[in-house]
C-alpha cells in the first residue's frame, strides 16, 4: 500500500506563530503534493499544492517547501491565527486529478 | 463554497442493509472520486469515474459499487452494510484526464448501528 506519513498528528501554537506539518512519501512516482484543510463536518479545502519541479511554493501565509531526494514536504503557517485551527492534511498522488493517497492528518490548535 | 454537493448530509443505517450516496460534480467538472473517511484518519481513496466509466478503484470489497451518469453526477452505493462501514463519504470532483486539482464536497456522514 502506497503511504504518505504525516506528522505531528496534533500541533498546539501560540496566535502569530508558525507552524510547522511534516509528510513524507515512499512513491517515487507521485508527481503532485496538495495539502487540505478540513474543519470539523466539512469536506478538504484544497490549500496549496506542490510540483517536484520546484522546492518552494509560496501563497499567502502558506508555505510548502519540497526536499525530492528525501521524499519529504511540510507546510509552514506563518502567523498563524485561531481561525487556522483545523486538522490538515497532506496528500499525493502521480497528477492533479487522480487518486490522492492522504496522509493520517495533524489536528492544529491555534490558542489566541 | 465548492460547487460540489453531495447527499444526504447524515445517514443512520442498520448492519446487512444497502444505502446509496449521491453528489452532483461542479460544473465543467466530468471525473468524480469517492473517498471514505474514518473518523481521526485521511480520506482513503474508494473509485473515480471519468465519462460514466470506472477508471481506477482503490482496496475496497466489490459491495462497494459507483455510477456516473450523462450529466456527470454519480453514485456510491455499498451493500450488506458492515459496522466498520460508518464513516464520512467523500465526493471530490475534477476537469477531465488533465492535470487539474480535485475539489471535495461537504460529505455524508454514514452510521451503521
Known amino acids: 500500500q502506497q503511504q504518505v506519513k504525516q506528522s505531528p498528528q496534533s500541533l498546539i501554537v501560540q496566535k502569530g506563530g508558525i507552524s510547522i506539518i511534516n509528510c513524507a512519501y515512499e512513491?517515487?512516482?507521485?508527481?503532485?503534493f496538495p495539502w487540505y484543510q478540513q474543519f470539523p463536518g466539512k469536506g478538504p479545502a484544497l490549500l496549496i499544492a506542490?510540483?517536484?519541479?520546484?522546492s518552494e511554493k509560496k501563497e499567502g501565509r502558506f508555505t510548502i517547501s519540497f526536499n525530492k531526494s528525501a521524499k519529504q514536504f511540510s507546510l509552514h503557517i506563518m502567523d498563524s491565527q485561531p481561525g487556522d485551527s483545523a486538522t490538515y492534511f497532506c496528500?499525493?498522488?502521480?497528477?492533479?486529478?487522480?487518486?490522492?493517497?492522504f496522509g493520517g492528518g495533524t489536528r492544529l490548535m491555534v490558542k489566541p | 463554497e465548492t460547487g460540489v454537493t453531495q447527499s444526504p448530509t447524515h445517514l443512520i443505517k442498520t448492519r446487512g442493509q444497502q444505502v446509496t450516496l449521491r453528489c452532483s460534480s461542479q460544473?465543467?467538472?466530468?471525473?468524480v472520486s469517492w473517498y471514505q473517511q474514518a473518523l481521526g484518519q485521511g480520506p482513503q481513496f474508494i473509485f473515480q469515474?471519468?465519462?460514466?466509466?470506472?477508471?481506477g478503484r482503490g482496496n475496497f470489497p466489490p459491495r462497494f459499487s459507483g455510477l456516473q451518469f450523462p450529466n456527470y453526477s454519480s453514485e456510491l452505493n455499498v451493500n450488506a452494510l458492515e459496522l466498520d462501514d460508518s464513516a464520512l463519504y467523500l465526493c471530490?470532483?475534477?476537469?477531465?484526464?488533465?492535470?487539474?486539482?480535485?475539489?471535495f464536497g461537504q460529505g455524508t456522514r454514514l452510521t451503521v448501528v
Open positions: 471530490a470532483s475534477s476537469k477531465g484526464q488533465g492535470d487539474t486539482e480535485a475539489f
Open positions: 512513491n517515487t512516482a507521485f508527481d503532485y
Open positions: 506542490i510540483r517536484p519541479d520546484v
Open positions: 496528500a499525493a498522488s502521480s497528477r492533479a486529478g487522480n487518486m490522492l493517497t
Open positions: 460544473s465543467g467538472h466530468n471525473t
Open positions: 469515474y471519468y465519462r460514466e466509466e470506472e477508471n
